[in-house]
């Protein structure tokens, strides 16, 4: 029967899983990675995850699989960022969600990239209006650190990254769907079983229908109207057409509607009530804090969480059954709710293994995005997880998670669950080891 | 309306009392008056109702508002449109325009009513935030017999709060390219936003652009959550989840009753239903259109499904729990009218109740629809007029019907109608009565009297006061006159506190006597005595069914204290914890003269409550908006400056 060994690395906010399956017989281990990734907001990333990358090199030169669960940042900027060239890589497994050609993930694609264009448009603007309020610096702050899963310190799109693993694969590539049965080479024993991402259009939230607009769209339109790229008549956004109102930014033309503005809203406030001595404090004729310029940019917000969940529920979802010790290992990835909830239906190509069975066999589970609520499901997720030597695995990072203005990562309600229930470790609390093994089998 | 004088919720005097005659100029000459209402067109629910067949002729209304006038009987309302309470107006950043302010006194459109209603027209969506908004206005003006005033700009001048007078409420009908609208205190500020209808659901089709501002109802909603904001401003503070709560379920209730102003949609109804107007789903259901341009079939809330009552899924959002306290209260409602009707479709159908097949007789839904909205608008004076009954601060929504009850005893003195009996009934089925309470009646219910009802301190403040009942003053001078009241009040007070029982009657009113200043920044202030404000004192002006006056003083008494969210971190994150009391005068009770005013009610919360400290600071604890929202951003800092802004979650939007 194989030994395997998870080295689960805690290199900061990010995945990196080493599994080594050592062969029954005395032949050659194994070698699986499930991501490489570290969020771009931790300090000295690159360098802790080269050491990462250095400490993999160190027990194998050969990768027999590389999985890259989904494109984050966290979870993919090590193939970016850091030397694979020396590793001899067998197979690349990413999600169906990745696959050139497919309609709908090309479809998630367009979202994604539609998304990124106009947060890092509206980041720009946020940036510029984060003094002004204490509000529009938190909106700036979580904006620009959602984007931080996007992208890397100068910039690389964790796109980048993606393609970077793909041509470690030499067009040895595989686009696994939900209910994928991939037996590891004879002899092992072990078999990868695909729970997620679902093909599912409104787990996943895809829109019904080609007319539809989202978000990203609207701001996008909305910039380029202000960078004069965009007319009036051709954004589909806008209100009405274009023989409604005047521009804004340029000024009316009509002297009665330019004098408007500037009275209600541009200049001094006029008509305001005659003060005398004692009167309460009376309106000020400045009215700037009335003004509007920035506050359709709140929606930004909503479009950077969306682009977040969106994406993380296109995590590749991976369970390993052990074989003869009956063992299963979970790796979640960063799967939310939409993800999570699809994983009962699945139907195994096996035909006989089910998500119940599967999770009621996990020894050892790897916590969802680093801890949040919402990527550990309850229900039909961890309280199925029955087995009394349950281990869980949460990279994280909850001094980084606060130095960026995040609450609640990890999320103290699962971290009670968890505990309760498994046996817990947190990649924050080693110390300074880079990593923890486990053992099974 | 006007008619109605003296039906049993009673008449009050107008908003603004008629400008006086102008100098007559030649003997005998008649007088062209000011007209008391500017009519104005437009969508009477929204634009979703013209887009099929059954419901078209019903899409369009046209409704009065007041005709803004100076002592002379000359319009001041400028273009914008902006008159002396609102002002529309109308840029819109994301898409780099501005669109030009109607002019509603351009002759053509006096003599039509207004624009047409189109959902093309800017100008035309200026005019019905504008109709709309002051309609809701005159509906608060109407219940609570005063004219309504905005929260002031609160700020702060090296360290000194400053409360600067905000004359008009600014209107944005096209502020967002999201479906969203809100109230925003930091501007003083409506803004609504269009978007594109996500699906082709109900009326709505995919692609085509919605509006915010085009719905009656989210209008209504809006400017309820300013006015109540005028009356109360420390319901902005989440010091209990009931509270945001009760802004957005009171926000509904009010743009609920409005559908009852628009009798033709209400006898439509009523003939479709029926004449049960538990199964009218045109009125029972707020933002039809903008529900279905969501993608849901339907209302955006619908107060017909009993799961809006119960919602199985995070119950405790506050637009969902605040769901609950309206939908008692649209029970109440239809229990009422059921109740009223059923006299009336006895006498249609010789006695048996039993309606026969086939369409019922146009009399009869006329007189069905008469009842329905004589209940409506007496319900809707109830509701509103019950928040001068409400404590300052930390409301919850069993207090909430205890005003309601003691509101409607103050008016009526018989339950002829079964009102309270059906309040109490439908909060009884929603388990929302208020806890601690040995008995649930409309007795125990009531807010009572303190032990001393009639204190010398009040007597010489309310002498002080000199208030002229007879007139009804502009808002800038109300706003200053109620400020010096205001002081004066403070004055008798702290005179009262330092002489002897002055602790006792600081408990009374549920003050702190040892409690000092705090600047606005939760530190102490040191060398102040006991400190404390009178931070509102409002009059109504109010008259009983009866005819007989019903004048009233509202004063608020209240105190703040800096509280750690974590005792065991006291230089952590803080809140204020308020306490204090809101008290119900009559300033010239019946068969007393001279005049001896007397606290008929005083509705406590009191500052030295550890019950309610424990309960702040674990809402304190939780935090605002959605957990995925809180999780990625400050939302102390995004609710602080818009507490009404977090509509929705990141993914409710697609």
Redesign the interface.
Known sequence: MSKVRVRAYCHGLGDCNLIEVGHPTGGASFWMLIDCGIHSSAKGGKERLDKVVADIAAQTRRLDVIVATHEHWDHTSGFSTADFSSFAVGEVWLAWTEKPGDEMAEELDRFKGDALTALTAANERLQALAATTPAAAALANGVAALRGFEFGLTGEKSRAAREAVVALGKGNVRYLEPGAVVPLPKGLGVTAFVLGPPRDRKALRLRDSANTYGIANSLNASFALAAGTLDTDDDPGAPFDETEGEPLSAGPARRRHADFLRDRYSGDAVDLPVVKAGDPDPPQPDQQWRRIDGDWLGVSADLAMQLDSRTNNTSLVLALDLGRSEEVLLFAADAQVGNWGSWDAVKFADGTTTTADLLARTVFYKVGHHGSSNATAMTGGLEAMTHPALKAFIPTDQTMAEAVGWGAIPAPGLLARLTAKAEVVRSDQVGDALFVDYSFG | MADEAGEAAGATAPPEAPPPAPPVRRRGQRETHAPRFRRLRVFALDPGLAATLSTAALATATIEVAYEADAHGNSTLM??P?GSYL?V?????????????VDLDDPRLLASDGLTPSE???QFHQQMVYAVGMKTIRAFEEALGRVALWA??RTQDHGRA??????RL?I?P?????R?AYY?P????L?FG???????VGASV??T?T?ACLSADIIAHEMTHALLDGVHPHYQEPSNPQVPAFHEGFADIVALFQHFTMTDIVAASMAKARGRIGAAELLGGVAQQFGEAGGRLGALRNYLDPETGRPKDNPQEAHNLGAQLVFAVYQAFTTIVERRIDDLVRLATGGTGLLPAGELHPVLVERLTRETCKTASQLLRICVRAIDYCPPNDITFGEYLRALITADLDQVADDRLGYRTALIQAFRQQELLPRRLRTISVESLAWRPPLDRKPAWLKSAVAKFNIDWAVTADR?TS??IA?QRRIMLHDHLAAAFARRHGEELADALGLDPNLGAFDENFQPVAGHGMTFSVHSLRRARRTRPDGTPANQIVAVIAQRRAEPVDPANPQGRKFWFRGGATLIVDPAPEGAFPAQPEIRYAVVKHMLSTKRLDAQRAAAQV?RGS?????????E??A???PF?ML????D??
């Open positions: 273009p914008g902006v002002e107006v109308d840029v819109d950043p994301a898409s780099d325009r501005a669109y030009p302010p093309g027209n800017a002031p700009r400053v409360f600067e007078y905000v004359p600014r944005y096209h502020a967002l390219r999201e969203n925003s930091a501007k003083a500020a803004l269009y978007f594109p209808a996500a699906a082709t995919a692609g652009m509006f800038w706003y200053r400020r935090p957990a995925m929202r809180a999780q990625y951003f400050d939302t800092a995004l602080g400056a818009e802004a929705h979650d990141g993914e939007w697609s």
